[in-house]
Nanobody, 122 residues
Framework: VQLVESGGGLVQAGGSLTLSCEVS????????IGWFRQVPGKEREGVSC????????YYSESVRGRFTISSDNAKNTVYLRMNSLKPEDTAVYYC????????????????WGQGTQVTVSS
């Protein structure tokens, strides 16, 4: 199983970015893919999770209404569209895979990518 994140970068506050998570070894139309973020010295935070098998879309309160998770099943890729970015969204963003989103908020996923840096300047 391999997950490769891309799309991170530097953006001004109020701007937008779209992160991609290309997945191999898991099927995004059946399994779950979650997005997480971590700032050095802080605990990893669950951001969002998608479970196409049951149509689930889940968001943390800190990003609800600003971030949107989606997938392209043909490309086996999951996206995280991030709008209205804030400096506090600055972190390394990771995607991870599991059979479902049941425990995503606790970070209990089976496979992880290497992460992509998102920096939001004020």
């Amino acid at each position: 199983v391999q997950l490769v994140e891309s799309g991170g970068g530097l953006v001004q506050a109020g701007g937008s970015l779209t992160l991609s998570c290309e997945v191999s070894g898991f099927t995004v139309d059946e399994d779950a893919i979650g997005w997480f973020r971590q700032v050095p010295g802080k605990e990893r935070e669950g951001v969002s999770c998608i479970s196409n098998g049951d149509g689930g879309r889940y968001y943390s309160e800190s990003v609800r209404g600003r971030f949107t998770i989606s997938s392209d099943n043909a490309k086996n890729t999951v996206y995280l569209r991030m709008n209205s970015l804030k400096p506090e969204d600055t972190a390394v963003y990771y995607c991870a895979a599991a059979s479902g989103c049941t425990w995503w908020a606790k970070g209990l996923m089976d496979y992880w990518g290497q992460g992509t840096q998102v920096t939001v300047s004020s």
